[in-house]
């Protein structure tokens, strides 16, 4: 039965329980438990596995050493070093769960993404990018200056995973993040410009965000990758026409008013 086939008294109680088992391996150095919620089949009990690591480790501040060996013993675990079936299950949860501590303290676990982004199972990868997300609201600083250092990275999906990741922290403060993209607008991957592009486009509908990213891409040089950016900012100001401070023709008065295209 899974986590949303309970009620929510029975949830509750369930969340309670898995919290306690993780927190009885924890004092007794014991992984069993971590394991086995950290590669259940339901993507809310491994949910509810890291949600739980990341409350003990502020609210049992001597546990702290505890969680981070062992978190960095799971990151580790392939099929040759453990009985579970999903190893790559285990390592995904453990970077969510190092992405509920870095949203306060990611000097502790800024080594849990050099080595997750790498990983050969999407899933861990994927996990990787939406820990920077949610930390990037939080503590964008540290994160921002670590996801900076990845941007120029050799490997194309690096890149584009990295433009992908600091994109939650631009729909609010889009001047954080503006710099850091504009470090990608001439590179030549397909995959990574078109991610570029989306970007943009998703930091420009909210309020205050259409000026402050026009007049960014205003400073760009590549000016047909501009272009298709803007195209894609106005087709989001329909899309997400119930969200958008702008209507879409708004936006396209606004472009046409103070984009600079020479």
Not at 103 to 114: A, G, L, P, R, T
């Amino acid at each position: 039965m899974g986590f949303y086939d309970l009620n929510k008294a029975d949830r509750i109680l369930l969340v309670e329980k898995i919290t306690q088992e993780i927190t009885n391996d924890l004092t007794s150095i014991e992984t069993e438990n971590i394991i086995k919620h950290f590669s259940d089949e339901d993507t809310y009990i491994r949910k509810t596995g890291y949600l739980a690591i990341g409350k003990l480790f502020y609210s049992k501040p001597e546990l702290q050493p505890t969680i981070l060996s062992t978190l960095q013993a799971l990151l580790k675990l392939d099929a040759s070093t453990t009985l579970t079936t999903s190893p790559e299950k285990v390592r995904q949860t453990v970077v969510n769960a190092a992405g509920e501590i870095g949203k306060f303290h990611f000097e502790k676990v800024q080594s849990f993404f050099d080595t997750g982004l790498f990983d050969e199972h999407h899933s861990v990868r994927n996990a990787v990018i939406g820990s920077v997300k949610k930390m990037g609201e939080k503590n964008p600083i540290p994160v921002l200056n670590w996801a900076k250092t990845y941007l120029k990275h050799p490997e194309k999906e690096i890149r584009r995973e990295i433009c992908h990741g600091i994109e939650l922290r631009g729909r609010t403060h889009p001047q954080d993040i503006l710099p850091l993209l504009k470090t990608l607008e001439f590179d030549e991957t397909r995959r990574v410009s078109d991610t570029l592009i989306h970007v943009l486009g998703q930091i420009a509908y909210k309020n205050g965000c259409l000026k402050t990213v026009v007049a960014h891409l205003n400073t760009w040089k590549n000016k047909p990758l501009v272009e298709k950016a803007l195209d894609e900012i106005i087709d989001v100001h329909d899309r997400y026409k119930k969200f958008a401070v702008l209507t879409q023709q708004e936006a396209i008065d606004y472009v046409d008013e103070h984009y600079n295209s020479k």
